[in-house]
């Protein structure tokens, strides 16, 4: 077989394996973010869980497609937000800028994990849990920006009123699921990969 069509087969193998990849964990995101407790203008949702391990998981882009994946679906009608809503108003909305962070989340988790790749896979898991969650706490400092300053512009309240509102309720709930996250990582990273490259 010449080498060109070789090149060419790995390629269409390379993306038919991405866009299932996307497909799945835009779908995992939908599924996760209905476990969710309303408790405000913002819930308490698994969505984070979803949006972190994908950053953790796939390469930087089907992770950032799965994500515009999931809130263009959402955008279109399919109830994939938190409580089965949806709608282009769910996004243009006081809450859509922690919605619309979730592609900036994946960019940032999933860069950082080209450095954990090549330089921490083989460092004591000390340092590896350190690095993982320093990663998450950034992603997670960037959607809380986000989407508070979102918040602020569109709901007229101050900034410290909506650090109070969507913010402060969070932060225990979000360090677990940095901690879980974190936890998953150190022990079924490796073996997912594999099954995800269909090793």
Do not use: H
């Amino acid at each position: 077989m010449p080498r060109e069509s070789v090149k060419s087969n790995l390629r269409i193998k390379q993306s038919v394996r991405e866009i299932v990849l996307c497909g799945m964990f835009a779908a995992i995101t939908a599924v996760l973010s209905q476990i969710s407790i309303p408790i405000g203008p913002v819930p308490i949702s698994c969505s984070w869980i979803a949006v972190f391990l994908t950053g953790l998981l796939l390469p930087m882009r089907p992770a950032v497609l799965s994500q515009v994946v999931y809130l263009l679906l959402g955008t279109v009608g399919v109830p994939v937000f938190a409580g089965f809503q949806s709608g282009a108003a769910r996004l243009a909305g006081p809450t859509g800028g922690y919605l619309l962070a979730y592609p900036i989340m994946v960019l940032i988790v999933s860069a950082m994990m080209k450095g954990y790749d090549k330089k921490l896979a083989e460092k004591p898991i000390a340092l590896r849990a350190l690095f993982l969650v320093g990663t998450l706490v950034l992603s997670a400092a960037v959607c809380y920006a986000s989407g508070t300053a979102w918040f602020t512009v569109f709901s007229g309240s101050s900034f410290e009123k909506a650090l109070t509102l969507t913010v402060l309720p969070f932060l225990a709930g979000d360090a677990a699921k940095i901690v879980l996250c974190t936890v998953l990582t150190l022990t079924a990273r490796p073996r997912l990969k594999r099954v995800m490259q269909g090793k």
